[in-house]
């Protein structure tokens, strides 16, 4: 079992950043691949970005390219997505995910955390 925990989350303005951070424990051999999703109010959850354990591979949804950047520091079994010129339509619970390989599913999921963007 491997165990996410998110932290990072708050309350910005428009245009402002923030940086989430995902911790892992357990076991941490199955967090090859990372992944960022975010889920808002009344919708589904929707994918943000990938990683892979090199960090050679990495993925975004189109609507925070060159806005966002996910990275990981293995030693700290720890993901992070840092957020820049951050919009309204951000806002959602952002959530880390884990799993083997980034071609399937996550098997992990943490509890998520909260992002609002004012505008």
């Known amino acids: 079992q491997v165990q996410l925990v998110e932290s990072g989350g708050g309350l910005v303005q428009a245009g402002g950043s923030l940086r989430l951070s995902c911790a892992a424990s357990?076991?941490?051999?199955?967090?090859?691949?990372m992944g960022w999703f975010r889920q808002a109010p009344g919708k589904e959850r929707k994918f943000v970005a990938s990683?892979?354990?090199?960090?050679?591979?990495?993925y975004y949804t189109d609507s925070v390219k060159g806005r966002f950047t996910i990275s990981r520091d293995n030693a700290k079994n720890t993901v992070y997505l840092q957020m820049n010129s951050l919009k309204p339509e951000d806002t959602a619970v952002y959530i880390c995910a884990a799993g083997s390989s980034l071609n399937t599913a996550f098997d992990y999921w943490g509890q998520g955390t909260q992002v609002t963007v004012s505008s």
């Open positions: 990683i892979n354990w090199s960090s050679s591979e990495i």
């Open positions: 357990g076991r941490t051999s199955s967090t090859y691949a």
